[in-house]
């Protein structure tokens, strides 16, 4: 009944939103004197701000029709090359006969839209083949295209490595970070020749244990029976996806807020300021982040739950106890990371990052104990939080750089890159693993109570010091 209330509500605001709509129109008309003064302006304002946080954002896009390659403007197509029933493998086609390396995003399910990482596309285009993960609206797939899940997920991965074919380069923003460890885990214990060159895993949740956040102390003092009967619903009948069960887009999007309601409070606050003051570059700046933040998907509930417990509650991955049950033969796996031996490894954190605090995701070098010194490396922003870590000025100046940097460097496919290129990419030297990482001392110590894991710790530190 939840979704049921919620579309009752959002049906009820309807008539007035759409008398909200026509006052903003008219008094921002610019043949309309009182557009001009302080009233109009206020009215009009008021008008906005109410119509925008009643609105059912829809599915962005991507909206990149074009990029920079050698200081000339290069056309880029969209184009599906692979559709599954829960996930398009989108290809931004450049129209260039320059090769660079491939390098799929995977993005993550987590309630927004893949669009979520146009700044990290839009970033990596003038120098990569790039391609990214499109998830579908749960509540768009009907209950006949069958079930969702982390194994269905991590299947997805390898499917899609396996239509690019080698070599390609994995970047995993957030909560893929899991899958796709499992998958290059999984596909390098079978000696699948698909297996990824490179994995960048950028504030992923690969052991929770090591810092605590919102999000993680929530899934460890809730049972999973809790999140089933608390934020579990049914689609309603008049979806294409009816009667599926998910975790709803509009209760994930109150998560969102309320951790950090203040913050998103103060940012309507000055939007409305920027309205009534007629700072219209402010305005279309929050409106063009909200317009993305505010879209949000239905997400299968299996796929939810079984995350919840695994990655969270079990601690399956950094335990090695993580198994996949093929989706194809029913069979079952275990997941090793001592399988990880070609599969170069970059991590990337963010100082302020309050989802994948930090640590968290520098523990996949602790797990990769065959993985040679010089195929692993990790890039700490200062001064970014979850979302910086993948857009914003320092994902494009400082971040980007490094993670193309690391690609060339396990990358002999394509052709090379630009002199003038290659001066703008900032030293990638191995990474600093020092105490000022906060962490990284939580996960010396634990693995200190582990003998059998302590010196390969100290023999990676001391390679890179």
Same mark, same amino acid.
């Given at each position: 009944?939840?979704?049921?209330?919620?579309?009752?509500?959002?049906?009820?605001?309807?008539?007035?939103?759409?008398?909200?709509?026509?006052?903003?129109?008219?008094?921002?008309?610019?043949?309309?004197?009182?557009?001009?003064?302080?009233?109009?302006?206020?009215?009009?304002?008021?008008?906005?701000?109410?119509?925008?946080?009643?609105?059912?954002?829809?599915?962005?896009?991507?909206?990149?029709?074009?990029?920079?390659?050698?200081?000339?403007?290069?056309?880029?197509?969209?184009?599906?090359?692979?559709?599954?029933?829960?996930?398009?493998?989108?290809?931004?086609?450049?129209?260039?006969?320059?090769?660079?390396?491939?390098?799929?995003?995977?993005?993550?399910?987590?309630?927004?839209?893949?669009?979520?990482?146009?700044?990290?596309?839009?970033?990596?285009?003038?120098?990569?083949?790039?391609?990214?993960?499109?998830?579908?609206?749960?509540?768009?797939?009907?209950?006949?295209?069958?079930?969702?899940?982390?194994?269905?997920?991590?299947?997805?991965?390898?499917?899609?490595?396996?239509?690019?074919?080698?070599?390609?380069?994995?970047?995993?923003?957030? #909560?893929?970070?899991?899958? %796709? !460890?499992?998958?290059? =885990? /999984?596909?390098?214990?079978?000696?699948?020749?698909?297996? +990824?060159? $490179?994995?960048?895993?950028?504030?992923?949740?690969?052991?929770?244990?090591?810092?605590?956040?919102?999000?993680?102390?929530?899934?460890?003092?809730?049972?999973?029976?809790?999140?089933?009967?608390?934020?579990?619903?049914?689609?309603?009948?008049?979806?294409?996806?009816?009667?599926?069960?998910?975790?709803?887009?509009?209760?994930?999007?109150?998560?969102?807020?309320?951790?950090?309601?203040?913050?998103?409070?103060?940012?309507?606050?000055?939007?409305?300021?920027?309205?009534?003051?007629?700072?219209?570059?402010?305005?279309?700046?929050?409106?063009?982040?909200?317009?993305?933040?505010?879209?949000?998907?239905?997400?299968?509930?299996?796929?939810?739950? #079984?995350?919840?417990?695994? %990655? !969270?509650?079990?601690? =399956? /991955?950094?335990?090695?106890?993580?198994?996949?049950?093929? +989706?194809? $033969?029913?069979?079952?796996?275990?997941?090793?990371?001592?399988?990880?031996?070609?599969?170069?490894?970059?991590?990337?954190?963010?100082?302020?990052?309050?989802?994948?605090?930090?640590?968290?995701?520098?523990?996949?070098?602790?797990?990769?104990?065959?993985?040679?010194?010089?195929?692993?490396?990790?890039?700490?922003?200062?001064?970014?939080?979850?979302?910086?870590?993948?857009?914003?000025?320092?994902?494009?100046?400082?971040?980007?750089?490094?993670?193309?940097?690391?690609?060339?460097?396990?990358?002999?496919?394509?052709?090379?890159?630009?002199?003038?290129?290659?001066?703008?990419?900032?030293?990638?030297?191995?990474?600093?693993?020092?105490?000022?990482?906060?962490?990284?001392?939580?996960?010396?110590?634990?693995?200190?109570?582990?003998?059998?894991?302590?010196?390969?710790?100290?023999?990676?530190?001391?390679?890179?010091?």
């Amino acid at each position: 009944m939840l979704y049921h209330f919620y579309d009752l509500q959002h049906a009820m605001l309807t008539p007035a939103r759409l008398g909200a709509e026509v006052t903003r129109m008219l008094y921002q008309h610019p043949w309309n004197p009182l557009s001009y003064t302080q009233m109009g302006r206020t009215l009009a304002a008021n008008a906005e701000l109410f119509e925008r946080v009643t609105r059912r954002f829809g599915e962005p896009v991507f909206g990149l029709p074009e990029t920079k390659i050698d200081g000339r403007k290069v056309a880029v197509v969209e184009e599906i090359l692979h559709k599954k029933p829960f996930c398009s493998l989108l290809h931004f086609k450049r129209l260039t006969r320059r090769k660079d390396p491939k390098v799929l995003i995977v993005a993550p399910m987590s309630g927004h839209f893949a669009t979520l990482l146009r700044g990290t596309v839009e970033a990596l285009l003038p120098h990569h083949d790039v391609y990214i993960t499109d998830w579908i609206d749960a509540r768009q797939v009907p209950l006949g295209a069958g079930r969702f899940n982390l194994d269905d997920y991590i299947a997805y991965v390898m499917e899609f490595l396996e239509k690019l074919g080698p070599p390609v380069h994995l970047i995993a923003v957030c #909560q893929p970070a899991v899958p %796709v !460890f499992a998958a290059a =885990a /999984l596909m390098e214990a079978a000696g699948d020749p698909n297996a +990824p060159a $490179s994995m960048t895993l950028m504030g992923g949740p690969i052991d929770p244990r090591v810092s605590k956040t919102q999000v993680t102390e929530l899934a460890e003092q809730r049972p999973l029976s809790w999140f089933e009967n608390t934020v579990v619903t049914e689609v309603p009948h008049y979806y294409p996806g009816a009667y599926r069960k998910v975790y709803p887009g509009f209760v994930q999007l109150g998560g969102f807020m309320s951790m950090n309601l203040d913050r998103h409070v103060g940012s309507h606050m000055k939007f409305y300021q920027h309205l009534v003051t007629g700072d219209g570059e402010s305005a279309d700046a929050h409106r063009k982040f909200y317009d993305e933040y505010l879209s949000v998907m239905d997400i299968s509930a299996d796929f939810y739950l #079984q995350t919840v417990e695994t %990655v !969270f509650q079990k601690h =399956a /991955l950094p335990k090695g106890e993580m198994s996949w049950k093929s +989706p194809r $033969s029913g069979k079952i796996y275990p997941v090793d990371p001592l399988k990880i031996r070609k599969t170069a490894l970059l991590t990337v954190e963010g100082e302020k990052d309050d989802i994948s605090a930090h640590g968290q995701t520098t523990a996949a070098h602790v797990l990769c104990r065959n993985l040679p010194a010089g195929r692993q490396y990790h890039h700490f922003q200062e001064s970014v939080g979850h979302y910086g870590i993948f857009n914003g000025s320092r994902w494009r100046t400082q971040i980007m750089p490094r993670i193309r940097h690391f690609i060339r460097q396990f990358d002999k496919s394509g052709d090379p890159l630009p002199e003038k290129d290659l001066l703008a990419i900032p030293d990638l030297s191995p990474p600093q693993w020092n105490e000022r990482i906060h962490g990284i001392t939580a996960v010396r110590e634990r693995l200190r109570k582990q003998a059998a894991l302590e010196g390969r710790m100290e023999d990676i530190l001391r390679s890179y010091e």
